[in-house]
Nanobody, 124 residues
């Protein structure tokens, strides 16, 4: 069993920044991959960015490149997402999830465990 708990969401003005954190506990392995997804009202859940826990290899979606940064905090067993230059279209519930697969990491169904989500609202 693995537990994930997100924190750090909130309301921010366009152009501002937010830092999300995903605390991970339970039976995890270095080959596991932690991904951040988001889901806006009426839209499908989409992959944002992720990191392989052991190697630190990262994978950014086009929407995240240049604005978001993912980082592991091994001391706290957490994965942090620093978001900058936020836009109203970034408004969504942000989820972290964990997968042990090598492929298909952009698809929500690849992930076995999910956090409860944290709301991010960017006002114009």
């Amino acid at each position: 069993q693995v537990q994930l708990v997100e924190s750090g969401g909130g309301l921010v003005l366009a152009g501002g920044s937010l830092r999300l954190s995903c605390a991970v506990s339970g039976q995890i392995f270095s080959k596991d991959f932690v991904g951040w997804f988001r889901q806006a009202p009426g839209k499908n859940r989409e992959f944002v960015v992720g990191v392989r826990l052991g190697s630190g290899a990262t994978w950014y979606s086009d929407s995240a490149k240049g604005r978001f940064t993912i980082a592991r905090d091994n001391a706290k067993n957490a994965v942090n997402l620093q978001m900058s230059s936020l836009r109203p279209e970034d408004t969504a519930i942000y989820y972290c999830a964990i997968a042990s697969a090598d492929n298909g990491l952009e698809y929500p169904e690849t992930y076995a465990y999910w956090g409860q989500g944290t709301q991010v609202t960017v006002s114009s």
